[in-house]
């Protein structure tokens, strides 16, 4: 996996400013838009996430990234599940979406329901808002999501809460653990490498290269309870852990020692 350098080049800095960062913005405003106005038709939201994909995979190829996923056989085997990844970048979101093939909701923070236009589109989406500054409005919010998936909807889960400031794991909060329970589903662990180099937080430049989802064994919940929220939190971080390090060994690696 590739190395973002610091500062990025000027020719990248330039693209991203005058061309990528443009089209990105044009593309979600029109195709927002029109997810909105479908939002009123389509009370089953298929149309809204069709419209999501498309906006999806046009942003990550107007960022010049180039997506794999592996383990894809995976995803059919479980169509209702708690899907869990790492949180890495803006672009996370555009990648899962362009990536997976079929209808989801996310599990997001309810700051996000604040931003104009975005705001509207999450609640008309139906996606689900996690208020992680108050207990009882979590567990409200955790109680939506069983009823998602008890309803045969998938769930997306970013379980670090939010992206990772320098590309490694961050502790992870137990939701995904405790959603795939309560509804006996199983929880998928994600790994997405890659994205962090292609948009960091706190950078607006983009880096062009390759990005991958990987796609982990399912953990079955079957017969566990709430108790063992923390210990299947830990295995779900773990599974995404040891996916990670082929990539992070061959970003260690200096290529004079291969």
């Given at each position: 996996?590739?190395?973002?350098?610091?500062?990025?080049?000027?020719?990248?800095?330039?693209?991203?400013?005058?061309?990528?960062?443009?089209?990105?913005?044009?593309?979600?405003?029109?195709?927002?838009?029109?997810?909105?106005?479908?939002?009123?038709?389509?009370?089953?939201?298929?149309t809204q996430h069709?419209?999501?994909?498309?906006?999806?995979?046009?942003?990550?190829?107007?960022?010049?990234?180039?997506?794999?996923?592996?383990?894809?056989?995976?995803?059919?085997?479980?169509?209702?599940?708690?899907?869990?990844?790492?949180?890495?970048?803006?672009?996370?979101?555009?990648?899962?979406?362009?990536?997976?093939?079929?209808?989801?909701?996310?599990?997001?923070?309810?700051?996000?329901?604040?931003?104009?236009?975005?705001?509207?589109?999450?609640?008309?989406?139906?996606?689900?808002?996690?208020?992680?500054?108050?207990?009882?409005?979590?567990?409200?919010?955790?109680?939506?999501?069983?009823?998602?998936?008890?309803?045969?909807?998938?769930?997306?889960?970013?379980?670090?809460?939010?992206?990772?400031?320098?590309?490694?794991?961050?502790?992870?909060?137990?939701?995904?653990?405790?959603?795939?329970?309560?509804?006996?589903?199983?929880?998928?662990?994600?790994?997405?490498?890659?994205?962090?180099?292609?948009?960091?937080?706190?950078?607006?430049?983009?880096?062009?290269?390759?990005?991958?989802?990987?796609?982990?064994?399912?953990?079955?919940t079957k017969g566990?309870?709430?108790?063992?929220?923390?210990?299947?939190?830990?295995?779900?971080?773990?599974?995404?852990?040891?996916?990670?390090?082929?990539?992070?060994?061959?970003?260690?690696?200096?290529?004079?020692?291969?």
């Amino acid at each position: 996996m590739r190395r973002r350098p610091n500062p990025v080049p000027q020719f990248h800095r330039w693209c991203s400013n005058l061309v990528q960062a443009p089209a990105m913005f044009t593309t979600t405003g029109v195709l927002g838009s029109l997810a909105l106005l479908v939002s009123f038709f389509d009370k089953s939201g298929r149309t809204q996430h069709r419209i999501a994909q498309v906006w999806a995979r046009m942003c990550v190829w107007i960022a010049g990234a180039r997506v794999t996923v592996q383990g894809a056989e995976g995803l059919a085997a479980f169509p209702v599940a708690v899907y869990a990844a790492n949180h890495t970048s803006y672009m996370d979101t555009p990648v899962v979406f362009a990536a997976l093939p079929f209808q989801f909701r996310i599990l997001a923070r309810k700051k996000l329901w604040r931003w104009a236009f975005i705001g509207w589109y999450l609640s008309r989406s139906g996606q689900i808002p996690i208020d992680t500054e108050n207990t009882h409005a979590t567990l409200s919010s955790l109680g939506a999501g069983v009823r998602t998936l008890r309803a045969g909807l998938p769930l997306f889960v970013f379980p670090e809460g939010g992206r990772t400031p320098n590309g490694e794991l961050q502790p992870f909060l137990a939701g995904a653990a405790y959603l795939a329970i309560r509804a006996q589903v199983p929880l998928v662990p994600i790994a997405l490498e890659g994205v962090y180099e292609l948009l960091p937080i706190h950078t607006h430049h983009f880096y062009p290269g390759k990005v991958a989802l990987r796609v982990g064994e399912p953990i079955s919940t079957k017969g566990m309870t709430v108790r063992q929220t923390e210990e299947l939190t830990a295995r779900l971080k773990a599974a995404i852990e040891a996916m990670l390090e082929p990539a992070q060994r061959e970003i260690e690696t200096p290529s004079s020692a291969r």
